[in-house]
């Protein structure tokens, strides 16, 4: 479980998680030392359908240190939504193990609640309740475990304070836009302190430049936070701008075609964008996906 620090309204530089990784070659994996937040080992997954089976997934190995943002891309159709609903213990494996720390999340197809209980998931459509206020919201999960009100209602301010919705706690999900709305579920998905928060295309919904605000947001609460997080995105750009790492699948079934450390400074702004470095990592990996052709 991570350390939730108090939430500022100015930004907090990150704390330099870099050196806990080995940066060295374009499949670098992290050096065996660091603590591990995410460990996936031999995930395979196939659907059976009436029409027959769907192989999603293939051998899947990737291990995700403890605050580190891995960024998860690939062809439509690839299998990143299937290894995201896997990791979140909502899908069973065919095949393969995860483990959350050193402790078994999925073991021979069996899951175990209690380490899923502590993750975050964000998905593309914020899923408010639309008759709570988006204090009542994000106090959700802490209310299902039993937390007082007056110690979940000041939890749940603090998180609006910390995704910029200070001011529209009583407000309800109608009165917000569809950025603010995604900033809600990021702080409902935080309430927990999860050890490990999954996104599968949640700024996907958005017009262009709300995304960009949003990317910088994420870049500032997952500074502040230091969770461990895994983000689905169509976006090569997107991916490269968030991560330590980008994971780029392969056609169906997916399996890992390559692991490639992000070395770009942080906290990263819009002018980073603009740099030769971001630009060659976005063209390689765009390359690599052109291949498939
Ligand atoms: N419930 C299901 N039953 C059968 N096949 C499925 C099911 N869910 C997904 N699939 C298939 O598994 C493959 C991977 O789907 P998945 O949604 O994981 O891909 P994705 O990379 O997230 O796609 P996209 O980028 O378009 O969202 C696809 O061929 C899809 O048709």
Sequence with gaps: MTTQQTPTATWTPPPVRRDEFDASGDTAEPVGSRAVGLRVAGVDKTYTTRRGDVHALSDIDLEVGRGEFV?????SGCGKTTLLRVLSGLLAPTAGTVEAGDRPA??????????FAEFGLVFQEANLFPWFTVVDNVALPLKLRGVGKAERRARATELCATVGLTGF????????SGGMRQRAAIARALACDPSVLLMDEPFGALDAMTR????????????????TVVFV?????????????????TPRPGRIRSVTPI???????????ATAEFGELVVGLRRQLDEED
């Design 71 to 75: 960024s998860l891309v690939g062809r």
């Design 106 to 115: 999925w073991v021979a197809g069996r899951r175990d609640d209690a380490v």
């Design 169 to 176: 706690e009583d407000s309800y999900p109608r009165e917000l």
């Design 212 to 227: 960009d605000r949003m990317n910088l947001e994420l870049q500032q609460i997952h500074a502040v936070s230091g969770t």
């Design 233 to 249: 995105t169509h976006s090569i750009s997107e991916a490269v701008f968030l991560a330590d790492r980008v994971v780029l699948l």
């Design 263 to 273: 070395d770009l400074p942080r906290p990263r702004t819009v002018e980073v964008e």
